[in-house]
């Protein structure tokens, strides 16, 4: 008698398909707003634990301040891991804000993590505000444009069909 064994290789039936970030800094402090949005691509009830990575370096304390209307979130490491449920073809919008403190005159948001879903945004949209008296002001991904309103300077950058491979660094004088 042989014995087959059948192995199922069965994709994760969730689609992280879309952000829209908010960053701003001001007063030594990096704060963000991102929306997240996700699909279950699938006809069944699904969860997924998500995680969400925070820069914490020689430049980022660990946030002081996290919001995630409607989960329970806990951290682990410099991250925040929570459960996310779905129902069969349900569509979740996960809205997440945070504020750390700045040690030097350098920021980051980490875009990288994306990699993991193994497969491009369909669109990403970041708007960063700073300070208007912040000189020399350099983002690491070019923005499509740049608007002045006060007191405040904004970059605007959308990407579509978007795999990060860096994340966005922002650094001023």
Not at 84 to 110: C, G, H, S, T
Not at 122 to 147: G, N
């Amino acid at each position: 008698m042989k014995l087959f064994l059948l192995f199922l290789i069965v994709q994760n039936p969730i689609n992280f398909w879309k952000e829209e970030i908010k960053i701003e800094i001001q007063n030594k402090t990096l704060k963000v707003r991102g929306i997240y949005y996700f699909k279950n691509l699938s006809n069944f009830y699904t969860s997924i634990i998500m995680r969400y990575p925070f820069p914490v370096d020689e430049y980022h304390e660990y946030p002081f301040h996290v919001k995630i209307k409607g989960f329970v979130f806990k951290r682990e490491g410099n991250d925040l891991i929570m459960p996310v449920n779905f129902k069969p073809f349900e569509e979740k919008k996960i809205e997440v804000v945070y504020a750390q403190r700045l040690k030097d005159k350098k920021a980051k948001y980490i875009l990288t993590t994306t990699q993991k879903w193994g497969k491009p945004l369909e669109s990403a949209y970041f708007e960063i505000k700073v300070p208007l008296f912040f000189k020399d002001v350099k983002i690491s991904y070019k923005p499509d444009s740049v608007k002045i309103k006060k007191n405040f300077k904004f970059f605007y950058i959308h990407r579509k069909n978007f795999l990060p491979k860096d994340d966005i660094f922002i650094d001023w004088k």
